[in-house]
């Protein structure tokens, strides 16, 4: 394939007139994935110009060409694959076409407008656009996201991404001004606009302030999300902030120290349930008049509320209670996050504060100790205070301390803590979420102040390993403290009837016993994982990406992070479908937990030294299993039956080191001697097997190809290699991943279709595996126009008989017993020839030379018939009745068992009278030859035999006519 376009356009596209030039499809992609790989942003922003606008629709025209070509290849196939091969491609083009867009309906006509896109459904490219948007973003190093690049915020609503990325905005104040703002925490360039008292509110910063006061605010971001904030309500006019400016929502309790206060108006005494202790007294919000603004103490209050003045009384607010201060309690701040002491439990960085309620005649005694010395550290406070610990510990403060507060006439108090004073964890990150083998990896970093030695200092957390322990050293003493740092994790366990698994990171494996006993899924999720991206979903899926899989809500059970999937609506589809995967929808990342079995003879295969173990093998019954080596086409298959308690195969050294295909059916079940999509047994099951990092070592062109086919290479151009092309092009589609195997196909087609007579002279394969390959390359419609060499082409017969079929085509017609065609022309070597290809040829077939015009079509097992099938049979119809071969396709008017029967032998005809030369057959076989691949995929035998019967009748019909 190859487009017409300018010179290669910059990040931002140039508006100068270039030449145009031509370019290869794929190249096209891998250019323009270069070219909008290094900038995305920018190329998402540039201005359009000619030649980005014609850049733009050859890169998606080229896209829906993949895309048609997988699907032909294998409707089940997973279209998305031909996206993410080009994930900027995707992005950048679509985003483009859809920047100025109002809806999807107008992105899927412009779409439309392009030719060639309507091969695959709008919701298929907007699922696609969406992978790749979140591979791209997976593989930045930072950042903000384009979000609001033109077209963007369409495409992550249409691809469902927008409810993801949701981020609900809050009411802050901002201490250092004293404005009352909106912001998206977390996400800088998020928003798009905040409403308030019907106008837009400036925006400083990521802050849009509130110039006046309001009831509620609506927030838009750039995604097309709306949120409605509340702000305050006038019946009630107080809003109160922590010391950062966060917002304590009513009905939450106020911390017992420093707070903010926004009032309308200075707040009375009787705003306060006890003393009212101003701290800082600051100017009120812009524009807010006749409020109030100010930093108050609340260590000794109990409650505040809002006090204004109302037809000449004061009218109070609701209560709000502070932290209780009745009794002597400890204040604690946030513990050391993902660090726990030897018992488990939590450890703080900074020593608490004792609240001590009374007044100043109460006596407090507080004896405080570490853990494991012979006596307290005692001392006296009065009641009415707050005392801070951190200088009355016995010092360093490092380990558990027990403290013990009493006074008369008061209820005493006594706590145990861990205390690691001034120790900080950094991890990366800091929430470990399931991926398939296990956790997200982590890396933490424990650093102390002078004098204490964290051992080690840098951990690293593997997959399996969910802590690490950790020994601090006090410099000068024989004295340690054993730490644990443990990252706060997602965990799996299995519940069947009464019985709960024990938490883990492995998934789970479930049998349809355990879906008729009340099966589920429990899945721990850390709240801030939740606050992030809600509860996310369960698929019951061979594959991630698989849109037919059923999803299930899961329910988040009391008292915890626990949420609960019930498994028990999956038992008739695992039935039907066999072995089902568990995956948990992570934005970014889906992973495995869970694995339901079911009556397949086996789930799975590994290698152990020079044998293949099935794992999961069914009890009952003996097996046959085929093993491929999907890097080593040439390898021949090795096939072997199992008794019913063998789960073993030896396997021999061609094989050693590779990676396989393993399929497993039960022994009556034929297994074919290659995989091909769609020829195998349903009830077979296939298994890939990885291999060494390193391909194993064979001739330099086998390793140059198996380089190929692992995508480490590019494919080989030397003639020497076309034997292992032919290899490639006829068994990829079996060997490789589906989506993978149609490309490499059609690559390895298409280097032969490049040299058409030195490729049939390197023909390796025998009629039923070279015909896909001859029909997609086009080698099926090359005209050979004279023997080169008669000699190796009558020994090519015996190979490849199909390829040394068209090799010896221009000698057919002096077997035709024309006067025009007198053998006595040829030379022994031709006579020689001729007399093998009569020999491999059935004698009826080789009649058609002299009698072209009783030429048939083959019967087929049924008469399939499409819309797309009934239009290309009418072109071939119509095309036979004005050729001046119209004779030969009346076997194609004459077949009354339905279009598709009719039309592979008409595609055959097309193809070799196209061979001839006739611009209008070849014209026509280029628009039909998809369908014939198709035939020849699912049917090869005949496809095949339709060749030879169409070659023998075309040269009939020339010999007699020419």
């Keep these: 394939m190859q487009t017409a376009l300018a010179t290669a356009e910059r990040p931002l596209p140039r508006t100068v007139d270039a030449p145009p030039r031509s370019i290869g499809a794929r190249e096209l992609l891998d250019e323009s994935e270069q070219l909008w790989l290094s900038d995305t942003d920018a190329a998402l922003r540039a201005a359009p110009s000619p030649d980005s606008t014609a850049r733009i629709r050859l890169v998606l025209e080229v896209l829906a060409a993949y895309v048609r070509l997988l699907r032909d290849h294998d409707e089940h196939a997973d279209q998305i694959a031909v996206f993410r091969r080009w994930p900027a491609c995707t992005v950048v083009a679509l985003a483009r076409l859809a920047a100025g867009a109002e809806d999807g309906v107008a992105v899927e006509e412009a779409l439309s407008r392009i030719p060639g896109t309507g091969s695959a459904p709008g919701s298929t490219w907007f699922a696609g656009w969406g992978a790749c948007w979140q591979q791209l973003q997976g593989q930045a190093a930072g950042g903000t996201a384009p979000y609001d690049a033109p077209g963007v915020p369409l495409l992550l609503h249409l691809s469902g991404l927008g409810a993801a990325l949701d981020v609900v905005p809050e009411l802050r104040l901002h201490p250092p001004t004293g404005a009352l703002a909106i912001v998206f925490p977390g996400a800088p360039g998020r928003g798009a606009r905040v409403e308030a008292g019907g106008g837009e509110c400036p925006v400083a910063e990521d802050r849009w302030v509130l110039p006046r006061p309001v009831l509620a605010a609506n927030c838009f971001d750039v995604l097309g999300n709306v949120h409605r904030v509340h702000v305050v309500d006038p019946r009630d006019p107080l809003l109160v902030f922590d010391e950062d400016g966060t917002l304590i929502p009513d009905g939450a309790p106020l911390p017992a120290g420093d707070v903010w206060m926004v009032h309308l108006g200075e707040p009375p005494d009787d705003a306060f349930d006890g003393p009212r202790h101003v701290v800082e007294e600051a100017a009120p919000p812009v524009g807010w008049s006749r409020w109030w603004l100010g930093r108050v103490s609340l260590a000794s209050t109990k409650a505040v509320r809002s006090v204004v003045a109302r037809g000449g009384e004061l009218r109070g607010g609701s209560w709000r209670p502070v932290t209780s201060t009745e009794r002597a309690d400890f204040l604690f701040d946030a513990p050391l996050a993902g660090v726990l002491d030897r018992d488990g439990d939590v450890v703080y960085a900074t020593a608490p504060r004792l609240h001590l309620p009374g007044g100043s005649g109460d006596i407090w005694t507080i004896e405080a100790r570490r853990s494991g010395a012979a006596a307290p550290h005692r001392w006296t406070e009065p009641g009415g205070t707050t005392v801070t610990l951190s200088g009355r510990l016995p010092q360093p403060a490092l380990g558990r301390f027990v403290v013990h507060a009493h006074a008369p006439g008061h209820r005493s108090v006594a706590g145990a803590f861990s205390l690691a004073t001034a120790v900080t964890l950094q991890a990366s990150p800091r929430i470990r979420l399931l991926e398939t083998d296990g956790l997200t990896p982590a890396r933490a970093v424990v650093r102390a102040p002078r004098g204490v030695h964290p051992v080690p200092s840098v951990l690293n957390l593997g997959p399996a390993e969910t802590r690490k322990d950790v020994r601090m050293h006090i410099a000068g003493s024989d004295d340690t403290f054993d730490l644990c740092v443990e990252l706060p994790w997602c965990a799996v366990r299995k519940r069947t009837g009464s019985h709960t698994g024990e938490w883990g990171t492995d998934a789970q494996a479930f049998t349809l016993e355990d879906l008729d006993e009340a099966g589920a899924v429990d899945v721990r999720l850390p709240r801030p994982i939740i606050d992030e991206i809600g509860v996310p979903d369960l698929l019951a899926a ?66 152990s030294e020079h044998r293949l173990v099935l794992r999961d093998r069914r009890p009952a019954g003996r097996l046959s299993v085929r093993v491929c080596a999907p890097l080593a086409p040439w390898l021949e298959p090795l096939i072997a039956t199992l008794d019913e308690d063998s789960d073993v195969i030896e396997l021999n050294s061609a094989f050693a080191g590779r990676s396989l295909l393993v399929t497993v059916a039960d022994a009556g079940i034929e297994l074919t001697r290659w995989p091909r999509p769609g020829r195998d047994h349903p009830a077979a099951c296939t298994f890939r097997v990885a291999g060494a990092t390193t391909l194993p070592t064979d001739s330099r062109s086998r390793r140059d190809m198996a380089y190929y086919l692992a995508g480490r290479a590019p494919l080989p151009a030397g003639t020497a290699e076309l034997g292992l092309v032919w290899l490639a092009a006829a068994r990829a589609t079996g060997l490789l991943e589906p989506g993978l195997g149609a490309l490499t196909a059609q690559e390895c087609a298409a280097r032969l279709g490049a040299t058409p007579t030195a490729a049939l002279q390197a023909a390796t394969l025998g009629g039923e595996e070279s015909i896909g390959p001859l029909i997609r390359s086009g080698l099926a419609a090359h005209g050979v126009r004279s023997v080169a060499a008669p000699a190796p082409t009558a020994d090519l017969w015996r190979v490849a008989p199909l390829a040394a079929l068209l090799l010896t085509s221009p000698l057919l017609p002096y077997l035709a017993g024309t006067s025009a065609w007198d053998p006595a022309e040829l030379d022994d070597a031709e006579k020689h020839l001729l007399d093998v290809a009569r020999a491999h040829c059935a004698p009826e077939v080789v009649a058609l030379l002299t009698a072209p015009e009783r030429a048939r079509a083959l019967d087929l097992p049924d008469g399939v018939s499409t819309p797309e099938i009934d239009e290309a049979l009418r072109d071939v119809l119509t095309f036979g009745a004005a050729a001046p071969q119209a ?49 020849a995929q699912r049917d090869p035998g005949r496809a095949a035999e339709h060749l030879v019967e169409a070659e023998f009748a075309v040269s009939g019909w020339y010999a007699h006519h020419a």
Excluded: M
């Design 542 to 607: 061979r594959r991630p990406d698989d849109t037919g899989g059923q999803r299930i809500r899961g329910r988040r059970l009391p008292g915890g992070d626990v949420y609960r999937y019930p498994l028990g609506s999956l038992t008739d589809a695992v039935r039907l479908a066999g072995t089902t995967a568990l995956w948990l929808l992570l934005p970014g990342r889906d992973a495995k937990v869970g694995t339901i079995r079911g009556s397949e003879p086996a789930t799975g295969a590994a290698i």
């Design 887 to 935: 004779v030969l396709f009346d076997a194609v008017r004459a077949r009354a068992r339905g279009a598709a029967a009719a039309l592979w032998f008409g595609c055959a005809l097309v193809a070799r009278i196209t061979a001839q030369g006739d611009e209008g057959a070849a014209a026509l076989e280029r628009r039909i030859r998809h369908l014939w691949v198709e035939f």
